[in-house]
């Protein structure tokens, strides 16, 4: 496939699919280059771009090749659909589709296979092969029918088949990764997500009639019910990944505390009250005391009003927002202040009967946390570290993390507005000098106390040794 062609990468995936069933059904494998051809043709009609025209001709020349029908002769896209169908179904069948993933996910979970590495790795690629076959059938289905009408599509395929396929397209992503608790994937041999308190910790963190209604456009893993977390994705849009690790931390944290209070017990075990009250109180301490410190009123009005659900939804937003922060880890106070921020927007949002985006997070693309949040706090840092002539320029010339972070010690963090004012001279970046040297014009955002380095510190960073030589040698 030409590296002209657009998307050359899905046209790559259909013509392998047909030579890897021209064996077993070479009309099935003539619909997928038919497919192919017309996939190239959308993306370059004229055949303009560098070895398209060849493509396209050394192409037809198979298709004409594995013609069944007379040259010439209308397409009935109806019988090609059907024919995808009818293979689809065999092909599923014959390599045992459901057993082969069960059993690989069985092998990856008992630890059996230390010693027998080979074998899990050659039922993985099995697995991707296979699957990866019926992703392409999927999709040369879906494009074939919008040629159709939706009535005539309607009845060619089930939704029972519908299901089926889709269910099998979502499976050819590679095993969900997880640290410990697979919570996005099914599992059946990872006793841990039997454990009372684990069951417990994720029950607590589930969906409840207090929270505004989801999206549609939001999907969760068929392995579990939506949650807290998703809520917070969809308003804030906290990566996919972070999402996933953070549900992990504070199942864990959850299911640690309880284990401390005692077992549960039951077929539907609950959280304690208690358990969620301490890690409320670990997660947030810093929060509570910037909040004291400043004097400001926290998010919530009485924390011994607050439920065990707003409580989690606090942590999880919390560590939603540690887990993207990248360097800004290292503002302490400042993830305080855009937790405060975050906050108060998620109260309104929750007010509401769908949950919708959030509007210090909105981009262009969409909705970003880290493009919107973190990105204007790290470029800022990073442009000042830039500043500091590999450890050489004075103090005073360029603000290091606790320069920022004591920003966020004072009232006068507010002055960054929410979402950021990037107008702020707290976001002045360091100008570059024509002969290599950095300069700002001002020193905005550094301690009450700036260090300058003179020859003094030469007695005063060894005066003890100075005193104890004199000691010595007088």
């Known amino acids: 496939v030409p590296s002209s062609l657009g998307n050359n990468t899905h046209i790559d995936e259909v013509l392998r699919a047909a030579d890897e069933i021209q064996d077993e059904d070479p009309t099935v494998a003539r619909i997928l280059c038919e497919h192919a051809y017309a996939l190239a043709q959308n993306l370059d009609p004229n055949s303009e771009g560098r070895g398209v025209l060849q493509f396209k001709t050394g192409l037809m020349s198979v298709i004409r090749q594995k013609l069944a029908k007379r040259e010439g002769g209308a397409i009935d896209r109806s019988q090609d659909i059907a024919k995808l169908q009818e293979f689809y179904k065999l092909y599923r069948e014959r390599h045992k589709v459901d057993e082969l993933c069960d059993d690989e996910m069985k092998l990856r979970e008992s630890g059996v296979f230390s010693g027998n590495l080979g074998e899990l790795e050659r039922k993985t690629l099995k697995r991707k092969k296979v699957l990866a076959t019926l992703k392409v059938l ?154 004291n410190y400043l004097p400001l009123r926290p998010v919530w009005n009485n924390i ?35 937790f405060h921020h975050l906050a108060r927007e998620l109260e309104v949002i929750m007010q509401k009967q769908t949950a919708e985006p959030a509007g210090s997070c909105i981009s262009n693309d969409g909705v970003s946390f880290l493009d919107q949040v973190i990105y204007p706090l790290y470029e800022i840092v990073a442009a000042e570290a830039g500043n500091n002539d590999n450890g050489r320029a004075a103090h005073s010339a360029w603000r290091n993390y606790d320069d920022f972070n004591e920003f966020f010690w004072s009232e006068k963090c507010f002055q960054l507005g929410w979402p950021w004012k990037l107008s702020n001279p707290f976001f002045s970046k360091p100008s570059r000098k024509e002969q290599g040297l950095i300069s700002r014009n001002h020193h905005y955002g550094k301690t009450s106390f700036v260090e300058h380095r003179t020859f003094l510190h030469l007695y005063h960073s060894f005066h003890r040794l100075w005193m104890f030589l004199l000691l010595m040698f007088q």
């Not at 039997?194 to 999206?215: C, G, K, N």
């Not at 939001?218 to 690790?245: E, T, W, Y």
């Not at 409580?311 to 855009?338: H, M, S, T």
Request: aromatic content about 8%.
């Open 304 to 338: 011994e009003s607050l439920t065990k659900e707003k409580k989690l939804l606090y942590v999880c937003l919390y560590y939603l927002i540690w887990g993207e922060a990248a360097n800004v880890r290292f503002l302490p106070e400042g993830l305080c202040y855009i």
């Open 138 to 291: 999927w999709s040369v289905i879906e494009d074939i029918t919008k040629e159709i009408s939706p009535e005539d599509a309607a009845n060619l395929i089930s939704e029972e088949m519908k299901k089926v396929m889709q269910k099998d397209a979502a499976r050819t992503e590679d095993v969900v990764a997880y640290n410990i608790i697979p919570l996005d994937s099914l599992s059946t041999t990872n006793l841990i997500v039997t454990f009372p308190e684990v069951r417990a910790a994720i029950s607590s963190l589930q969906y409840h009639r207090d929270l505004p209604r989801l999206p549609n456009t939001i999907s969760v893993p068929d392995a579990r019910n939506s949650d807290m977390l998703d809520l917070l994705h969809c308003v804030f849009g906290f990566q996919k990944d972070n999402v996933s690790n953070q549900r992990e931390h504070i199942v864990h944290l959850l299911a640690n505390e309880q284990s401390r209070l005692g077992k549960l017990s039951g077929n539907e075990p609950k959280i304690d009250e208690g358990a969620v009250h301490v890690v409320f109180s670990k997660s947030l301490d810093n929060y509570i005391k910037w909040c």
